[in-house]
């Protein structure tokens, strides 16, 4: 019963580094997307995804890659970093085409230094 | 532009009394809105949420209120207890544009601190 699980929980980078936040979910959802929180900005939508092989930009997706080969997994990249980066990201998953329970499942986060 | 907006940074209430929280979205698109608790240090988790189509929607202690015309939806936590203390999220969704019907739209967060 994991849920969604991100990894790393803690990330610090130097400038300019790539890295790759790994998002895994175990409940068979369509629907899996990253997001980030910013202090007094919210939670904002950088990319998502409806399924394999499918991915779209969210609100704010300068800087970060994407792909969906797999139900399961949906890995963001950071290809090179900057401070602006520095943040808290959150994937979440859920399924589609049932707007009764329509409630996404975070992840517990990753908190992305870079410096 | 700010689609949902949560005007209140913070709210402190005291234990057993009533916790509303509100909430003010401009997207006359959006028909779903969800509420979401946060706790330091974890994921947000899903709590309630409503469609356009109600006007009220409770789930124990937890009643949201949707008022279309105003474009306004509140959170009532009744009665308040210590465990409710954490940031709460507003959410918006609109079905009908054209495939972004699972992207959510959250506001900045509201922190409730429920006072023994």
């Known amino acids: 019963n994991a849920g969604v699980t991100q990894t790393p929980k803690f990330q610090v980078l130097k400038t300019g580094q790539s890295m790759t936040l790994q998002c895994a979910q175990d409940?068979?959802?369509?629907?899996m997307s990253w997001y980030r929180q910013d202090p007094g900005m919210g939670l904002r939508l950088i990319h998502y995804?409806?399924?394999?092989?499918?991915?779209d930009q969210g609100e704010v997706p300068n800087g970060y890659n994407v792909s969906r080969s797999t139900t399961e997994d949906f890995p963001l990249r950071l290809l090179s970093a900057a401070p602006s980066q520095t943040s808290v990201y959150f994937c979440a998953s859920s399924y589609v085409g049932d707007r009764a329970s329509y409630g996404y499942t975070f992840g517990s986060g990753t908190r992305l230094t870079v410096v | 532009d700010q689609q949902v907006k949560q005007n209140s940074p913070s709210l402190s209430v005291q234990e057993g009394r009533i916790s509303i929280l509100n909430c003010d979205y401009t997207n006359s698109m959006f028909d779903y809105f969800l509420w979401y608790k946060k706790y330091p240090a974890e994921g947000p988790t899903f709590l309630i949420s409503i469609s356009s189509i109600k006007d009220k929607n409770e789930d124990g202690r937890f009643t949201v209120f949707l008022n279309k015309s105003a474009k306004h939806l509140s959170l009532h936590i009744v009665p308040s207890q210590p465990g409710d203390s954490a940031v709460y999220f507003c959410?918006?969704?609109?079905?009908?544009?054209?495939?972004?019907?699972?992207?959510?739209?959250f506001g900045k967060g509201t922190l409730l601190t429920v006072n023994p």
């Open positions: 409940m068979n959802h369509e629907y």
């Open positions: 959410a918006a969704s609109a079905s009908r544009s054209g495939g972004s019907n699972y992207k959510l739209t």
């Open positions: 995804s409806v399924g394999a092989g499918i991915t």
